[in-house]
């Protein structure tokens, strides 16, 4: 469907290295990884992955830009990408038919590789604007990011559920960031792993406030969207702006779709897995790029070469996840 075999001269070539091991047969030539849009952690973290697997597994692999999560999983689904990067609410409702992009269609063919971060839903407006929580969002204009990613699935039902009237618009992140700048949007509604790179241009370029919930909207939100946990952005995490942040998150995971060779779902899930100090480069969220966070997945069936790789550190997988 969509592997692509080594072509014969390439695999002498590597044979004759002594690089090639048995159990790459069947391996792709290369591999596209589903990440988002430019400006959020989905880009940043999916192409520091896709060129750590080119280096170390010589497997050609590149980050694509797409709408974020909700695409993604059926991308994967399809076989159009062999890896995507997904929060587990928007997989969650494809996996049982209710994606918004693919109606009716239960993603079974999708499998988790590894655990990666908690994305956690964040708000940056300009100081000048008097904008300091969602309720002020009323009346305003608000972009939540592109079309199909998880901030634009979820802000507008968390806006919504807060009984707060907003025109929403949809955008990318370097997109939004811009819009909020130059005027054209109030307030910029994102969710993706902290420090969002956006959110931090905008913190060092302009005098901005961020915040999450305040007490009374978190619990309503923690009531109305039961996947979603009690989350807090440290004071710090961006310039100037010295207090916690409490909000809400979700967590995200690498998937694969089930056609990946076992060997190499194994070797991938290696890879991010136990090089912690390497992925932490590519981008901080992935201090929680952690084995011990494999049961942050409780409904979707693991890649059967990540599961070898899990009982290998005697960690043991339910069957309903195998």
């Given at each position: 469907?969509?592997?692509?075999?080594?072509?014969?001269?390439?695999?002498?070539?590597?044979?004759?290295?002594g690089?090639?091991?048995q159990?790459?047969?069947?391996w792709?030539?290369?591999i596209?990884?589903?990440?988002?849009?430019?400006?959020g952690?989905?880009f940043?973290?999916?192409?520091?992955?896709?060129g750590?697997?080119?280096e170390?597994?010589?497997?050609?692999?590149?980050?694509?830009?797409?709408?974020?999560?909700?695409?993604?999983?059926?991308?994967?689904?399809?076989?159009?990408?062999?890896?995507?990067l997904?929060?587990?609410?928007?997989?969650?409702d494809?996996?049982n038919?209710?994606?918004?992009?693919?109606?009716?269609l239960?993603?079974k063919?999708?499998?988790?590789?590894f655990?990666?971060?908690?994305?956690?839903?964040?708000v940056?407006?300009?100081?000048?604007?008097?904008?300091?929580?969602?309720?002020?969002?009323?009346?305003?204009?608000?972009?939540?990011?592109?079309?199909?990613?998880?901030?634009?699935?979820?802000w507008?039902q968390?806006?919504?559920?807060l009984?707060?009237?907003?025109?929403?618009?949809?955008?990318?992140?370097?997109?939004?960031?811009?819009?909020?700048?130059?005027?054209?949007?109030d307030?910029?509604?994102?969710?993706?792993?902290?420090?969002?790179?956006?959110?931090?241009?905008?913190a060092?370029?302009?005098?901005?406030?961020?915040f999450g919930?305040?007490?009374?909207?978190?619990?309503?939100v923690?009531?109305?969207?039961?996947?979603?946990?009690?989350?807090?952005?440290p004071?710090?995490?961006?310039?100037g702006?010295?207090?916690?942040?409490n909000?809400?998150?979700?967590?995200?995971?690498?998937?694969?779709?089930?056609?990946?060779?076992?060997?190499?779902?194994?070797?991938?899930?290696?890879?991010?897995?136990?090089?912690?100090?390497?992925?932490?480069?590519i981008?901080?969220?992935?201090?929680?790029?952690?084995?011990?966070?494999?049961?942050?997945?409780?409904?979707?069936?693991?890649?059967?070469?990540?599961?070898?790789?899990?009982e290998?550190?005697?960690?043991?997988?339910?069957?309903?996840?195998?």
């Amino acid at each position: 469907m969509f592997i692509k075999t080594l072509t014969a001269a390439a695999f002498a070539a590597v044979v004759a290295t002594g690089a090639v091991a048995q159990d790459k047969t069947g391996w792709p030539s290369e591999i596209t990884i589903g990440t988002a849009s430019q400006g959020g952690t989905y880009f940043v973290y999916g192409n520091g992955l896709a060129g750590y697997i080119s280096e170390a597994l010589g497997v050609n692999a590149t980050g694509e830009v797409t709408g974020g999560p909700v695409q993604n999983v059926t991308l994967v689904q399809t076989g159009d990408h062999l890896m995507g990067l997904v929060t587990m609410g928007p997989a969650f409702d494809a996996w049982n038919g209710k994606s918004e992009l693919a109606p009716g269609l239960e993603h079974k063919d999708i499998r988790a590789l590894f655990p990666m971060y908690q994305t956690p839903f964040q708000v940056v407006a300009l100081k000048s604007s008097g904008i300091t929580s969602v309720s002020d969002l009323a009346g305003k204009r608000v972009s939540v990011g592109p079309a199909g990613g998880t901030p634009g699935t979820y802000w507008p039902q968390f806006i919504s559920a807060l009984g707060v009237e907003a025109t929403i618009s949809n955008s990318g992140a370097a997109d939004a960031a811009g819009q909020l700048s130059d005027g054209l949007i109030d307030a910029f509604a994102f969710a993706a792993g902290v420090p969002i790179s956006a959110f931090a241009e905008l913190a060092a370029q302009q005098d901005v406030v961020m915040f999450g919930f305040t007490p009374e909207e978190q619990a309503k939100v923690l009531e109305a969207f039961p996947a979603m946990a009690p989350f807090v952005i440290p004071s710090g995490t961006y310039a100037g702006h010295d207090y916690d942040q409490n909000t809400v998150a979700l967590w995200n995971f690498a998937i694969a779709h089930k056609d990946m060779p076992d060997s190499l779902a194994y070797e991938i899930t290696k890879l991010a897995l136990e090089n912690n100090e390497r992925m932490l480069q590519i981008h901080a969220t992935a201090a929680e790029t952690l084995a011990s966070n494999w049961d942050k997945n409780t409904f979707m069936t693991f890649h059967p070469g990540a599961v070898k790789y899990y009982e290998e550190k005697g960690i043991t997988i339910p069957d309903n996840l195998k």
